[in-house]
C-alpha cells in the first residue's frame, strides 16, 4: 500500500506559477512509476505529466513547455512545476502511483495506476 499526500494547490493569476509536491510513504518510491492528473468541473480526468523511476518524462501537449514533472527519491516526493498558468489550467490536481519493475516507462493514463492521492486545488485566475 502506497499513501500519497498531495500539496501546493492555491489561487493564482494567470502567467503566474505554482509548484506541487506529492509525498508517498509505504513503500519504496523508487520501485514506482509516477503521474500527475488533473480534472476540472464537468470534465474527465486528463494527464498532465508522467515520470519514470529511472527519470524519463512524458507530458501532454496541453502543458509542455510549461510544465515540469521532477522526482526526489531520497525525499520520496515528485514534483509538479507549473509556468505561464493559464485560466484553463484551473483544475483539482491528483498523483499517481505505479508499481513497476521497468525503470524507463511512464505511464500516461489514469486507468494504468495503481495508487491515488486525494488531489490539490489549482485555481487560475484571468
Do not use: H
Not at 31 to 45: S, V
Not at 68 to 94: F, G, H, W
Request: hydrophobic share 30%; glycine share 12%.
Amino acid at each position: 500500500q502506497v499513501q500519497l499526500e498531495e500539496s501546493g494547490g492555491g489561487l493564482v493569476q494567470a502567467g503566474g506559477s505554482l509548484r506541487l509536491s506529492c509525498a508517498a510513504s509505504g513503500r519504496t518510491f523508487s520501485n514506482y512509476a509516477m503521474g500527475w492528473f488533473r480534472q476540472a468541473p464537468g470534465k474527465e480526468r486528463e494527464s498532465g505529466a508522467a515520470i519514470s523511476r529511472g527519470g524519463a518524462t512524458y507530458y501532454a501537449d496541453s502543458v509542455k513547455g510549461r510544465f515540469t514533472i521532477s522526482r526526489d527519491n531520497a525525499k520520496n516526493t515528485v514534483y509538479l512545476q507549473m509556468n505561464s498558468l493559464k485560466p484553463e489550467d484551473t483544475a483539482v490536481y491528483y498523483c499517481a502511483a505505479k508499481r513497476t519493475i521497468w525503470e524507463n516507462n511512464w505511464y500516461k493514463t489514469w486507468a494504468e495506476y495503481d495508487y491515488w492521492g486525494q488531489g490539490t486545488q489549482v485555481t487560475v485566475s484571468s
